[in-house]
């Protein structure tokens, strides 16, 4: 039982942490380049749908680790009765924000895509990318403080 709860661990660690590394490079590398018209349209869209696909697979990835990690080490009463358990369930939800925002940050830059545009469209969807970058560096946060 033990090599399977660290095979689970080492998957959500580093599922979790190429996530939010691919979402704060987009946002801050990435993102800056459109905003400025400095990518092709096509190129753009490419990076969006890579993100994204990834994104969805790490979510589903984030949910099942995280699910046993959470099943094998934690009560109910202790999930939500210590202080351990509210950073697990902070950071339940932090993803779930997470998810959300890549995808509404999608949503919004496809839309002006579609016409060719990127400066347009990048700045759409800025609102949501930045603040995928700030939850995915809460969750670094939240990770951290569950190590201690």
């Known amino acids: 039982m033990a090599l399977i709860d660290t095979v689970m661990a080492t998957v959500h660690l580093l599922v979790g942490g190429l996530w939010t590394g691919s979402v704060l490079f987009f946002a801050l590398a990435v993102l800056p380049t459109a905003r400025a018209g400095n990518i092709r349209a096509a190129a753009f869209e ?18 099942v680790t995280g699910g046993h990690l959470a099943g094998t080490r934690y009560t109910v009463g202790s999930l939500f009765g210590s202080g351990r358990g509210h950073l697990v369930l902070t950071m339940l939800v932090l993803w779930l924000v997470l998810t959300a925002l890549v995808e509404v940050g999608r949503s919004r830059a496809i839309d002006g895509l579609v016409e060719k545009k990127v400066r347009t469209p990048a700045e759409n969807a800025a609102p949501f990318y930045l ?18």
């Open 131 to 148: 603040g995928a970058a700030l939850v995915a560096v809460l969750l670094l946060l939240d990770a951290g403080l569950l190590l201690n």
């Open 46 to 63: 490419s990076i969006i749908s890579r993100l994204t696909m990834g994104s969805r697979v790490s979510a589903l990835l984030m949910f």
